[in-house]
Structure formats: structure tokens, C-alpha cells
């Protein structure tokens, strides 16, 4: 019998382009071809112009942005598309998963959306997961499929060690109760104090700082999250932060979603910097010279993590894998 050797093939949505591209370069592929767009009645369309026929298909998505269901969509279409056009695998590299908020009945008559969110990828015939950072860890149990979850957190450790920080004189934020256990990772990998914030939350997209627990008057400090939105809260922490004499303080998030003024709030702030990801493209215009927004690229991290998936080898070896879970 013929032995048959494995093929990979990478496909993008519509969403984060500039990212696949620079996954692609890593893994030293190019991108497959796709036909993906809308019918007048915004209805999601995708076709393979290529054979995927027995090949192990990689689809790469950012849900997120103003079309945040549409990206969603593409995700379903592509991923029934290969099934039907028998691909022996299809694994999502979703770097941002969306309606990760929505994990749990916070309130009577709530729907558990990520989990549906979860459903739905499977119904489609994904057959495993590829993401990062997700707002709680909890999600991988909604899925009956393997799940690699990657971090950030080596990468923004590295990115603060570079700017020499007197780390006895650095203290990693918390920004509530909720991420302080992935707050103390990174000051652990920096080696330098934790604070956490106090926060209480009256209504969706809304938050009110009640205090911060911890030494911070003075020093430097970094305010760590998985996703910054409208910067609502994130602004109320650095008000607090400085009412109570902070240093510096610069801030990091893996999901730079930064909807409606967060931009403007961010930019008004008392922040040296802000620090994302490219899992959420940001607009140029907010980049470059003199701007306080940076960013960092996880092509390598995604680019690994698909490497060792198609190998059949271990990801957990990855300097990037989650250690939580």
C-alpha cells in the first residue's frame, strides 16, 4: 500500500490578514486559495479554489471587530466547506475567541453564550481548537474537542525585562480579583510585586474601582489584562492607581478589541503606553511614531503551536502554552 504524506494547508479569513500572512512566512507556506465574501444580503459565502482533499486545513481568525458575527460566520462556512470537500482535519486557529464574557449565568435568564459559541464550531466539524488567552480558562470544558490554549505572558515578560525596570521598584496590577493569579505569573517572571484592584461591576461594559490592595505609591507600574474594550475600567484603575501615587504606569493586553472611545479614553489617560497583541489588528493610524499604543506580533507562538499540531507533537512543550490548564 502507498504511503500517502500528510499536506498542510493554511487558509485566512477575512479578518486579520496582515497576521496569517506573517504565520504563513514562519511555517514557510503560502496562504491557500479561498474565494470568501458576502451576497448582497450580507450572507456569508466560501469556496476552496484549490484540493483539500485529504489535507490537514488550518483556518485563522480574529473574531472580533465591528463585524465581530460575521467573522464568527466565515469561521462555520469555511469550516463546513472543508469537511464536505473531505479534509482530513480542520483545526481553528481563532486568536480571538469571541463572546468569552458571556461563560457564565451571571444573572436569571441569562444565556451561556461561549459555550454555544463552543457548540457551533463543533457542529461545523471542526476538530480542534488553536487560541489564546481566553478571558477564563473555563471555556476549554465547553468543547468535546482538543483545545491548545497559548499565552502572552512570555512575551510581555520579555517586553518589560527589555525596558530595564528597576523591578524592585515595578508592581504588576491586577486589574480585579479575577486575573490576579495570571498577575502574579507575570510578576513572577519579571520579579517584581503584585497589586490587585477592587472593582465592582453595576452593568455590562461598565466597572467602578472600589480600591487597590497592595503597594504601589511610587513605583512603576503595569497593569496587566487578557482584553482591553472600551477602556472604561481600565481608565477608572489608572485614576485610582494615581490618586494613590503611582509611578508610571504602562499597560498590556493580549486583545487589543479597543471599541467605541477607547482610543480617545487611552490617549487622554495617564498612560506612558499601552501594549497589545496583533490577535485583534489595531488601526495604523493609531500606530507609529509618538503614539502610546505598541504592538507585539504572536505569528511565531501561532506558527509553532500549528507546526506541532500537524507533527503530532507535543504544544504543552511551548514556551507559550497556558500553564493553568
Same mark, same amino acid.
Given at each position: 500500500?502507498?504511503?500517502?504524506?500528510?499536506?498542510?494547508?493554511?487558509?485566512?479569513?477575512?479578518?486579520?490578514?496582515?497576521?496569517?500572512?506573517?504565520?504563513?512566512?514562519?511555517?514557510?507556506?503560502?496562504?491557500?486559495?479561498?474565494?470568501?465574501?458576502?451576497?448582497?444580503?450580507?450572507?456569508?459565502?466560501?469556496?476552496?479554489?484549490?484540493?483539500?482533499?485529504?489535507?490537514?486545513?488550518?483556518?485563522?481568525?480574529?473574531?472580533?471587530?465591528?463585524?465581530?458575527?460575521?467573522?464568527?460566520?466565515?469561521?462555520?462556512?469555511?469550516?463546513?466547506?472543508?469537511?464536505?470537500?473531505?479534509?482530513?482535519?480542520?483545526?481553528?486557529?481563532?486568536?480571538?475567541?469571541?463572546?468569552?464574557?458571556?461563560?457564565?449565568?451571571?444573572?436569571?435568564?441569562?444565556?451561556?453564550?461561549?459555550? +454555544?459559541? &463552543?457548540?457551533? @464550531?463543533? *457542529?461545523? $466539524?471542526? =476538530?480542534?481548537?488553536? #487560541? /489564546?488567552?481566553?478571558?477564563?480558562?473555563?471555556?476549554?470544558?465547553?468543547?468535546?474537542?482538543?483545545?491548545?490554549?497559548?499565552?502572552?505572558?512570555? +512575551?510581555? &515578560?520579555?517586553? @518589560?525585562? *527589555?525596558? $530595564?525596570? =528597576?523591578?524592585?521598584? #515595578? /508592581?504588576?496590577?491586577?486589574?480585579?480579583?479575577?486575573?490576579?493569579?495570571?498577575?502574579?505569573?507575570?510578576?513572577?517572571?519579571?520579579?517584581?510585586?503584585?497589586?490587585?484592584?477592587?472593582?465592582?461591576?453595576?452593568?455590562?461594559?461598565?466597572?467602578?474601582?472600589?480600591?487597590?490592595?497592595?503597594?504601589?505609591?511610587?513605583?512603576?507600574?503595569?497593569?496587566?489584562?487578557?482584553?482591553?474594550?472600551?477602556?472604561?475600567?481600565?481608565?477608572?484603575?489608572?485614576?485610582?492607581?494615581?490618586?494613590?501615587?503611582?509611578?508610571?504606569?504602562?499597560?498590556?493586553?493580549?486583545?487589543?478589541?479597543?471599541?467605541?472611545?477607547?482610543?480617545?479614553?487611552?490617549?487622554?489617560?495617564?498612560?506612558?503606553?499601552?501594549?497589545?497583541?496583533?490577535?485583534?489588528?489595531?488601526?495604523?493610524?493609531?500606530?507609529?511614531?509618538?503614539?502610546?499604543?505598541?504592538?507585539?506580533?504572536?505569528?511565531?507562538?501561532?506558527?509553532?503551536?500549528?507546526?506541532?499540531?500537524?507533527?503530532?507533537?507535543?504544544?504543552?512543550?511551548?514556551?507559550?502554552?497556558?500553564?493553568?490548564?
Amino acid at each position: 500500500m502507498a504511503v500517502v504524506e500528510k499536506s498542510m494547508k493554511l487558509f485566512a479569513g477575512s479578518s486579520n490578514v496582515p497576521l496569517v500572512q506573517a504565520i504563513a512566512a514562519k511555517l514557510g507556506c503560502e496562504l491557500g486559495a479561498l474565494s470568501l465574501k458576502q451576497f448582497a444580503n450580507g450572507e456569508i459565502y466560501a469556496r476552496y479554489e484549490e484540493s483539500v482533499r485529504g489535507a490537514d486545513v488550518f483556518i485563522i481568525q480574529s473574531v472580533a471587530g465591528p463585524k465581530v458575527n460575521d467573522m464568527l460566520m466565515e469561521v462555520l462556512v469555511m469550516a463546513d466547506a472543508a469537511k464536505r470537500a473531505s479534509a482530513r482535519s480542520v483545526t481553528a486557529v481563532i486568536t480571538h475567541y469571541a463572546y468569552a464574557r458571556q461563560d457564565r449565568k451571571a444573572m436569571p435568564r441569562e444565556p451561556i453564550t461561549a459555550r +454555544l459559541v &463552543a457548540n457551533l @464550531y463543533e *457542529a461545523a $466539524g471542526i =476538530d480542534r481548537m488553536i #487560541t /489564546v488567552d481566553l478571558h477564563q480558562g473555563q471555556i476549554q470544558g465547553f468543547f468535546d474537542i482538543p483545545v491548545n490554549h497559548l499565552t502572552a505572558m512570555p +512575551l510581555f &515578560a520579555e517586553y @518589560y525585562k *527589555a525596558k $530595564g525596570f =528597576d523591578m524592585e521598584n #515595578t /508592581v504588576v496590577v491586577s486589574p480585579d480579583v479575577g486575573r490576579a493569579k495570571a498577575s502574579k505569573r507575570l510578576a513572577d517572571m519579571l520579579g517584581c510585586s503584585i497589586a490587585v484592584a477592587h472593582k465592582d461591576r453595576p452593568k455590562h461594559n461598565a466597572a467602578e474601582v472600589m480600591g487597590i490592595i497592595g503597594e504601589i505609591e511610587g513605583k512603576t507600574c503595569i497593569i496587566n489584562d487578557d482584553m482591553i474594550d472600551t477602556a472604561g475600567t481600565l481608565c477608572g484603575a489608572v485614576k485610582e492607581l494615581k490618586a494613590k501615587g503611582a509611578g508610571d504606569i504602562y499597560v498590556g493586553a493580549t486583545h487589543g478589541l479597543l471599541s467605541g472611545p477607547a482610543f480617545e479614553r487611552l490617549e487622554q489617560a495617564p498612560i506612558v503606553e499601552v501594549v497589545v497583541t496583533d490577535a485583534v489588528p489595531v488601526p495604523a493610524e493609531h500606530l507609529g511614531e509618538g503614539s502610546k499604543f505598541k504592538v507585539i506580533s504572536l505569528a511565531d507562538e501561532f506558527a509553532k503551536a500549528i507546526q506541532n499540531v500537524f507533527d503530532e507533537t507535543s504544544v504543552s512543550a511551548m514556551l507559550g502554552v497556558n500553564p493553568e490548564f
